[in-house]
């Protein structure tokens, strides 16, 4: 069965510091995808990257890039230069490309706080 | 290009009473997938739509159902609510690639 998780409850970061938010999975699939989501205390769920499994490079966007290592099944996020803005809750989700579907599995989350 | 539009925001509802949330995808965008957060379950699928029919479904009682129409809009209904059901309820709308699937801000939802 697919699992996400995600160990860190709770992490803190320096403002204009960089932090990683770990992710590792567990899938049987070949084919895959990954994703980070932002989610505020608004409750919205922002997208933040995806990185397919098949994909060699890293994704980036912007200040946050995806650090994939697929023979450790982890799917970590850095985010680079913190800003006060980027505090809240963080989600890993994985969704399986076999039978093109649109189901996602989601990580528990870590919340992240920014110091200034 | 509008975002992912769920209706409505909040809600309170009493034990026993049906409610149907609506969320209207990004434009171009034919599949929505429906998601309930509770603090202690997390994230749970509940269903999933393309082209106005069910495509996959998550592992939820019979009382939540779901339908999508024609302009790619999408309803879920609950019925005979009980306290658990108390929770937030995200749309997803889904990219052609299904590289990147966008939710809408959700709907909070209180039943007393």
């Known amino acids: 069965a697919q699992k996400i998780t995600q160990t860190q409850p709770g992490m803190f970061v320096q403002e204009k510091e960089a932090v990683t938010l770990d992710c590792t999975y567990d899938?049987?699939?070949?084919?895959?995808?990954l994703f980070w989501y932002k989610q505020p205390s608004s409750g919205e769920m922002i997208f933040l990257i995806y990185?397919?499994?098949?994909?060699?490079q890293n994704a980036t966007e912007g200040r946050y890039s995806l650090n994939f290592q697929k023979a450790r099944k982890s799917a970590n996020l850095v985010i680079s230069a913190s800003q006060l803005g980027d505090s809240a809750m963080y989600f890993c989700a994985m969704r399986e490309r076999s039978g093109n579907t649109g189901k996602l599995i989601f990580g528990q989350g870590t919340t992240l706080q920014v110091k200034p | 290009k509008a975002g992912v539009t769920q209706t409505p925001r909040y809600l309170i509802k009493t034990r026993g009473q049906q409610v149907t949330l609506s969320c209207s995808p990004i434009s171009g965008h034919r599949s929505v997938s429906w998601y309930q957060q509770t603090p202690g379950q997390g994230l749970q699928f509940l269903f999933e739509?393309?082209?106005?029919?069910?495509?996959n479904k998550g592992n939820f009682p019979g009382r939540f159902s779901g339908r999508q129409f024609s302009n790619s809009r999408s309803e879920m209904n609950v019925s005979t609510l009980e306290l658990g059901d108390s929770a937030l309820y995200l749309c997803a709308s889904w990219s052609g690639r299904n590289t990147e699937a966008f939710f809408g801000q959700g709907t909070r939802l209180t039943v007393v």
């Open positions: 899938t049987s699939d070949q084919s895959y995808g």
């Open positions: 739509y393309f082209s106005e029919t069910q495509r």
């Open positions: 990185q397919g499994s098949y994909d060699e």
